[in-house]
């Protein structure tokens, strides 16, 4: 048992370095992972202190040792109204603008995954001229692969994070669609208005119960025969 829990750790050392360069959501779960085995006696008291320091203050006051996950439960702030901001930030300071906005949503072959995207609603009945929203459109995977794909109907990206949906707003180059700055975990839209409200990889970045609410606002705002997509 205590064998199993040392490779344990010694996997989530191995990760260490890795989630603090790529992603925040990550991050919590790898310091969550080492108060687990803290708490079990393996992890010595420093483990995983040193990931995202800055993304866990200020909004979440909390450090490693105290139990990151009650914290964030504890916190008045949503963590992920500053991390992803704060995250974006500091890829832009050390990155080029194209290169940032394309590691701020998670890296990888921006075009390739905006096409993943595009087609999954294809496949699940995208028409010309649908009401799509896309929660967390970050720089614009989707939205640019709409516009590539001559999409006619209306696109709404909203994301908590402004330099990333003004660069997918220059990015797909339509005046007519909609842009704007997310509340957090509501969707500022009408009734029954959307044929399509996805979230690509945001509930990943959420609590349980901020999901919750924003499923709860999807269905308000979700035609009668409207679809969620979400991953
Ligand atoms: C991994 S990125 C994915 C971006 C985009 N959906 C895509 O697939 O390219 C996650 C995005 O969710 C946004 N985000 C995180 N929490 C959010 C929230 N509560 N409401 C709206 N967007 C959020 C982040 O700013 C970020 O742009």
Redesign the pocket.
């Known amino acids: 048992m205590k064998k199993r829990l040392q490779e344990e750790l010694e996997k989530a050392r191995a990760l260490e370095t890795w989630a603090n360069n790529v992603?925040h959501?990550f991050a919590w779960r790898l310091i969550e992972r080492f108060d687990r085995l803290r708490r079990r006696g393996v992890a010595p008291p420093e483990a995983g202190k040193g990931l995202v320091p800055d993304l866990v203050k200020p909004g979440v006051e909390a450090d490693a040792d105290a139990g990151v996950s009650q914290a964030r439960r504890n916190s008045k702030l949503?963590n992920?109204?500053k991390s992803?901001?704060q995250l974006?930030k500091r890829l832009l300071q050390t990155h080029t603008r194209e290169h940032a906005m394309s590691l701020?949503?998670?890296g990888g072959d921006?075009e390739a995954?905006?096409l993943l995207?595009y087609h999954l609603l294809t496949q699940y009945g995208l028409k010309k001229n649908d009401i799509v929203i896309?929660?967390?459109?970050?720089?614009?995977?989707?939205a640019f692969q709409l516009s590539r794909h001559n999409f006619e109907g209306d696109y709404i990206g909203?994301?908590?994070?402004q330099d990333?949906?003004e660069y997918a707003m220059n990015l797909c180059k339509r005046p007519d669609w909609k842009f704007y700055k997310?509340?957090?975990?509501t969707i500022p839209e009408p009734d029954e208005s959307a044929d399509f409200i996805?979230?690509?990889?945001?509930f990943?970045?959420?609590l349980h119960e901020?999901t919750f609410l924003?499923l709860k606002d999807t269905k308000r705002v979700l035609k009668p025969n409207g679809k969620i997509i979400f991953?």
């Open positions: 992603t959501s949503p992920f109204l992803y901001d974006t701020a949503v998670g921006f995954i905006g995207e896309d929660v967390g459109c970050g720089s614009g995977r989707l909203v994301d908590i994070v990333l949906f997310a509340p957090g975990l996805c979230f690509f990889s945001v990943t970045h959420l901020e924003y991953s």
